[in-house]
């Protein structure tokens, strides 16, 4: 494998100049090191190591002269005999955004004791709650790839699971739009892998019959592939409907809770040391998003590198729901489907992403650049909204590999240590085939394994169906007027933009998984996501939650550690 990739390196214009060190470990992994100038460099390196069939993965520690400084490893204090223990758990599963939270529920099926730790202060507070929320059809991944298979059998399972953890699911479908000659092989080559990946109801379109489906469609479109089966959601409502669903059945999330190390004396998945304490367990499920590589590493059986990708997505008001009903995307670019234009489920068009390779795993900025590339490319599709009915933006950072594709496995190397790894997009759409992947996976090895030492039976008291209150604006006047005779606080709109009342919010801070943050209220709530961004809202939900959490409003969050809102206090928040 060295001598063939040496010679693709040296028949690379760009990267023949360089003399990099490359090891070829054991698994058919390649391990990449050494200085290079430019991020751009380190990523085509791994890429092009990757490109060849008998690599398995490839561990890229190439670095720059910017990039080392940002990259280094965490040194970690560890006191095997102090730390004290937190629980005992069968499964332990790192990381709560879609992938974690969709395997807890399915997990919890079976009568085994589950905990699930996140380092963040709430549930889908990593790339969950910063993407497109498009639970695609699956055309554009490679034919034979994992996510391929999954993204088309979890598309699948969506009805059922919206209708079960009550989230709002609109299968609109969705285009991807060509204007001349090119983007038609574009779409062909599309349609040819979707008919490949099982897509159901694919079929290319003229541009007139596309105009049909989606009127607001530019007259500039020629053709068109039809994808009736993609559909959208809100990412991080998917998220904490799972997470809640398995919390009902009995699983235990930790948040704020971070894995730093992993005893696997004897090559087996022990102990996890976390900052809070360790944690004892049979079986650990890395679904640690863009960290996936850092927790490998920790657990012992690192294959793969996460190279971070960035997208940027603008969200305009909701006033403008109209524009569009289904998805209409782009051809793509190197390595994203090109972007789409959309909206959420509460009728917000959402335009992106952007496709940016980034050095740093927490850079979720949003640049000028993103800003522009998005809204020149998309107003030339879609007629009916501009610039001025932007009311945000944001950044999401995709999760990676060098084989572009996702790492579903248990360990060879390291008993109990299952892989749910380098899950970028699609795979919030692919997520309910992941976690049943996931767990097919842990019931072979605990047969093969015995790391339990008992059979594991599936439980005959799950409870599939969420427990969840409807929004009170979305009430009849007799359930409000119902509400509002039990609590007098159904009857204080906080935030008038999304019409969130103030017991609401109280809900949801005292809720299944509590909202202790500015952030997890919005998410659970609405309350900022409207045309002002909190700028009503915002301050009153700090007094809510500073009230109801006991604890000053100085100590009140975003999102977490070092996000404080307030400063310090001049004088009472007066409103109420
Ligand atoms: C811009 C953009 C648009 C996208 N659009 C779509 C789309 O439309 N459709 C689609 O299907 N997919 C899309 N994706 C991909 C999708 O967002 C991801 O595949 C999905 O969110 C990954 O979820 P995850 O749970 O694996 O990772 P994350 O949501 O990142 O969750 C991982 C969690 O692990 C936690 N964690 C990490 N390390 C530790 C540790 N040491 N200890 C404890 N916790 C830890 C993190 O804090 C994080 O919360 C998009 C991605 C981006 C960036």
Same mark, same amino acid.
């Given at each position: 494998?060295?001598?063939?990739?040496?010679?693709?390196?040296?028949?690379?214009? !760009?990267?023949?100049?360089?003399?990099?060190?490359?090891?070829?470990?054991?698994?058919?992994?390649?391990?990449?090191?050494?200085?290079?100038?430019?991020?751009?460099?380190?990523?085509?390196?791994?890429?092009?190591?990757?490109?060849?069939?008998?690599?398995?993965?490839?561990?890229?520690?190439?670095?720059?002269?910017?990039?080392?400084?940002?990259?280094?490893?965490?040194?970690?204090?560890?006191?095997?005999?102090?730390? !004290?223990?937190?629980?005992?758990?069968?499964?332990?599963?790192?990381?709560?955004?879609?992938?974690?939270?969709?395997?807890?529920?399915?997990?919890?099926?079976?009568?085994?004791?589950?905990?699930?730790?996140?380092?963040?202060?709430?549930?889908?507070?990593?790339?969950?709650?910063?993407?497109?929320?498009?639970?695609?059809?699956?055309?554009?991944?490679? &034919?034979?790839?994992?996510?391929?298979?999954?993204?088309?059998?979890?598309?699948?399972?969506?009805?059922?699971?919206?209708?079960?953890?009550?989230?709002?699911?609109?299968?609109?479908?969705?285009?991807?739009?060509?204007?001349?000659?090119?983007?038609?092989?574009?779409?062909?080559?599309?349609?040819?892998?979707?008919? !490949?990946?099982?897509?159901?109801?694919?079929?290319?379109?003229?541009?007139?019959?596309?105009?049909?489906?989606?009127?607001?469609?530019?007259?500039?479109?020629?053709?068109?592939?039809?994808? &009736?089966?993609?559909?959208?959601?809100?990412?991080?409502?998917?998220?904490?409907?799972?997470?809640?669903?398995?919390?009902?059945?009995?699983?235990?999330?930790?948040?704020?809770?971070?894995?730093?190390?992993?005893?696997?004396?004897?090559?087996?998945?022990?102990?996890?040391?976390?900052?809070?304490?360790?944690?004892?367990?049979?079986?650990?499920?890395?679904?640690?998003?863009?960290?996936?590589?850092?927790?490998?590493?920790?657990?012992?059986?690192?294959?793969?590198?996460?190279?971070?990708?960035?997208g940027t997505l603008i969200i305009f008001d909701k006033e403008k729901a109209k524009v569009l009903k289904s998805a209409v995307g782009t051809t793509p670019s190197k390595h994203t489907k090109g972007g789409v234009a959309q909206r959420t489920p509460e009728g917000n068009p959402l335009w992106g992403p952007t496709a940016v390779e980034v050095a740093d795993k927490t850079n979720t900025a949003v640049s000028?650049?993103?800003?522009?590339?998005?809204?020149?490319?998309?107003?030339?599709?879609?007629?009916?909204?501009?610039?001025?009915?932007?009311?945000?933006?944001?950044?999401?950072?995709?999760?990676?590999?060098?084989?572009?594709?996702?790492?579903?496995?248990?360990?060879?190397?390291?008993?109990?240590?299952?892989?749910?790894?380098?899950?970028?997009? &699609?795979?919030?759409?692919?997520?309910?085939?992941?976690?049943?992947?996931?767990?097919?996976?842990?019931?072979?090895?605990?047969?093969?394994?015995?790391?339990?030492?008992?059979?594991?039976?599936? !439980?005959?008291?799950?409870?599939?169906?969420?427990?969840?209150?409807? &929004?009170?604006?979305?009430?009849?006047?007799?359930?409000?007027?119902?509400?509002?005779?039990?609590?007098?606080?159904?009857?204080?709109?906080?935030?008038?933009?999304?019409?969130?009342?103030?017991?609401?919010?109280?809900?949801?801070?005292?809720?299944?998984?509590?909202?202790?943050?500015?952030?997890?209220?919005?998410?659970?709530?609405?309350?900022?996501?409207?045309?002002?961004?909190?700028?009503?809202?915002?301050?009153?939900v700090v007094k809510i939650l500073a009230r109801e959490l006991g604890i000053d409003s100085e100590k009140i969050t975003k999102k977490g550690e070092g996000s404080n809102i307030v400063n310090y206090r001049i004088k009472e928040l007066l409103f109420d």
């Amino acid at each position: 494998m060295i001598a063939h990739l040496k010679k693709l390196i040296k028949e690379n214009e !760009k990267l023949n100049r360089y003399d990099i060190n490359i090891e070829e470990l054991e698994n058919n992994v390649i391990k990449l090191s050494g200085k290079v100038d430019s991020w751009g460099d380190v990523v085509d390196f791994g890429h092009l190591a990757a490109s060849l069939d008998q690599v398995k993965g490839v561990i890229n520690e190439l670095y720059t002269a910017e990039s080392i400084k940002k990259n280094m490893k965490k040194k970690v204090k560890i006191n095997l005999e102090k730390d !004290k223990l937190i629980k005992k758990t069968d499964v332990l599963i790192v990381g709560a955004g879609i992938t974690g939270s969709a395997i807890a529920r399915e997990l919890a099926k079976y009568d085994l004791d589950i905990t699930v730790i996140e380092k963040n202060s709430d549930i889908a507070e990593g790339t969950t709650k910063a993407n497109n929320g498009m639970v695609h059809s699956g055309y554009a991944a490679t &034919p034979g790839s994992l996510k391929a298979e999954l993204n088309v059998k979890g598309n699948a399972k969506y009805d059922k699971w919206s209708k079960e953890l009550k989230f709002d699911f609109d299968r609109t479908g969705s285009f991807v739009v060509g204007f001349d000659e090119d983007d038609r092989a574009h779409i062909q080559e599309y349609y040819e892998k979707g008919k !490949k990946n099982g897509v159901p109801g694919i079929e290319i379109l003229t541009g007139d019959k596309a105009r049909e489906i989606e009127e607001n469609l530019s007259e500039d479109v020629k053709s068109a592939l039809w994808t &009736p089966s993609a559909g959208y959601v809100a990412p991080y409502e998917v998220a904490i409907a799972l997470a809640e669903n398995a919390v009902e059945n009995g699983v235990d999330i930790l948040l704020d809770t971070e894995l730093i190390a992993v005893d696997n004396a004897a090559d087996k998945i022990n102990i996890a040391y976390t900052n809070q304490g360790r944690i004892e367990c049979s079986y650990l499920i890395n679904a640690a998003g863009v960290y996936a590589d850092q927790v490998a590493e920790m657990a012992g059986d690192r294959q793969f590198t996460i190279h971070p990708r960035r997208g940027t997505l603008i969200i305009f008001d909701k006033e403008k729901a109209k524009v569009l009903k289904s998805a209409v995307g782009t051809t793509p670019s190197k390595h994203t489907k090109g972007g789409v234009a959309q909206r959420t489920p509460e009728g917000n068009p959402l335009w992106g992403p952007t496709a940016v390779e980034v050095a740093d795993k927490t850079n979720t900025a949003v640049s000028q650049e993103d800003l522009d590339t998005i809204i020149n490319k998309f107003t030339t599709i879609v007629g009916g909204i501009d610039k001025k009915d932007m009311i945000t933006s944001f950044s999401g950072v995709r999760a990676a590999n060098y084989k572009e594709d996702f790492v579903i496995e248990a360990s060879e190397k390291i008993k109990g240590l299952i892989q749910a790894a380098a899950i970028q997009s &699609p795979g919030l759409a692919s997520s309910p085939a992941i976690a049943e992947k996931i767990v097919n996976i842990l019931l072979n090895e605990e047969k093969k394994l015995k790391l339990l030492g008992r059979k594991i039976k599936k !439980k005959n008291n799950f409870q599939a169906e969420r427990v969840v209150n409807k &929004p009170f604006h979305q009430c009849s006047n007799h359930e409000k007027e119902k509400l509002l005779a039990e609590d007098q606080a159904y009857g204080h709109v906080i935030c008038r933009c999304e019409n969130v009342t103030e017991a609401e919010i109280v809900s949801a801070i005292h809720g299944k998984i509590p909202a202790r943050t500015v952030d997890a209220i919005k998410r659970r709530t609405r309350a900022g996501m409207g045309r002002c961004q909190a700028g009503f809202c915002g301050p009153r939900v700090v007094k809510i939650l500073a009230r109801e959490l006991g604890i000053d409003s100085e100590k009140i969050t975003k999102k977490g550690e070092g996000s404080n809102i307030v400063n310090y206090r001049i004088k009472e928040l007066l409103f109420d």
